[in-house]
């Protein structure tokens, strides 16, 4: 069975740093790539960063260029992702889901889904 499951959320004010990780398991994963998506009320799931569950080709929304750092680690069966980030504004409020799929800033790309983190910016 496949699980993707996010933690690290929380309520931050701006300016704080905070980490995100994402702990995907029962499948091989090493032909994927790993993203972080968010998404808030009455919107639809906004492509934050990806990277290869093997590590490097990272791309990130222009939102969260030079805040945001992805990255991962590998266990036996297991795929850590974890997102990094800095300088949080209001605007960085949001749920925050790791994704495991082909690649690109597209939902439709990711079969696999977590069940979300919440982070909150206060101002």
């Known amino acids: 069975q496949v699980q993707l499951v996010e933690s690290g959320g929380g309520l931050v004010q701006a300016g704080d740093s905070l980490r995100l990780s994402c702990e995907a398991s029962g499948r091989t994963f090493s032909n994927y790539f790993m993203a972080w998506f968010r998404q808030t009320a009455g919107r639809g799931r906004e492509f934050v960063a990806h990277?290869?569950?093997?590590?490097?080709?990272?791309?990130?929304a222009e939102s969260v260029k030079g805040r945001f750092t992805v990255s991962t680690a590998n266990a036996p069966n297991i795929v850590y992702v974890h997102i990094h980030m800095k300088n949080l504004k209001s605007e960085d409020t949001a749920v925050y889901y790791c994704?495991?799929?082909?690649?690109?800033?597209?939902?439709?790309?990711?079969?696999?889904w977590g069940q979300g983190t919440q982070v909150t910016v206060s101002s």
């Open positions: 994704a495991a799929g082909s690649g690109g800033n597209n939902p439709q790309n990711y079969k696999y």
């Open positions: 990277i290869r569950s093997s590590g490097g080709s990272t791309e990130y």
